[in-house]
T-cell receptor, first 115, second 112 residues
């Protein structure tokens, strides 16, 4: 069955420290991959996406993610975290060429930022 | 450019009642999807509409139904509400079925 696993439920990072959020997926073929961020009481904002090509993708707010086919992973990184990055982060997949169809989400990782 | 807007923001209903949630898609977007997000969970796909036709459905019972209008706005209807229907309902639109989805801020539905 298709699924997305985010192994870390909650992560706390010091402001200015680097961040890596993990995402593993189970899918029949290489899907489209996404990271979304959700602030309290808000909807989801698209941080970045991978469709094909360069396996290191850049997104908004200084985030990047690396697709590793051999590991079925799409980990999100940021070199220096800001207090405003505290939020819920969701990894999602969709069938290739169908980014606008049903997204399958992980359960999310809550990021807390300490001063 | 106006983003995805949803109404109402919050809603309280009792078991057995019916509810209609509304979504205005982003300008030019012809594809609308609805998701249910229970507390502490990731969103789960309910269904999608493409050019006014249902284009896919998740594992939700028939009492969850929807519509898409000629202007591509959409409604989610839920009949015979149950306590487990309490959740954040998210609407997402995309330019087409092969483009990323953009989400609204959701409607928080509470069932008493």
């Amino acid at each position: 069955a298709q699924s997305v696993t985010q192994p870390d439920i909650h992560i706390t990072v010091s402001e200015g420290a680097s961040l890596e959020l993990r995402c593993n997926y189970s899918y029949g073929a290489t899907p489209y991959l996404f990271w979304y961020v959700q602030s309290p009481g808000q909807g989801l904002q698209l941080l970045l996406k991978y469709f094909s090509g360069d396996t290191l993708v850049q997104g908004i707010k200084g985030f990047e993610a690396e697709f590793k086919r051999s590991q079925s992973s799409f980990n999100l990184r940021k070199p220096s975290v800001h207090w405003s990055d505290a939020a819920e982060y969701f990894c999602a997949v969709a069938p290739a060429n169908q980014a606008g169809t049903a997204l399958i989400f992980g359960k999310g990782t809550t990021l807390s930022v300490s001063s | 450019e106006t983003g995805v807007t949803q109404s109402p923001t919050h809603l309280i209903k009792t078991r057995g009642q019916q509810v209609t949630l509304r979504c205005s898609s982003q300008s030019g977007h012809n594809t609308v999807s609805w998701y249910q997000q229970a507390l502490g969970q990731g969103p789960q796909f309910i269904f999608q509409y493409y050019r006014e036709e249902e284009n896919g459905r998740g594992n939700f019972p028939p009492r969850f139904s929807g519509l898409q209008f000629p202007n591509y706005s959409s409604e989610l209807n839920v009949n015979a509400l149950e306590l487990d229907d309490s959740a954040l309902y998210l609407c997402a639109s995309s330019l087409n079925r092969d483009q990323p989805q953009h989400f609204g801020d959701g409607t928080r539905l509470s069932i008493l």
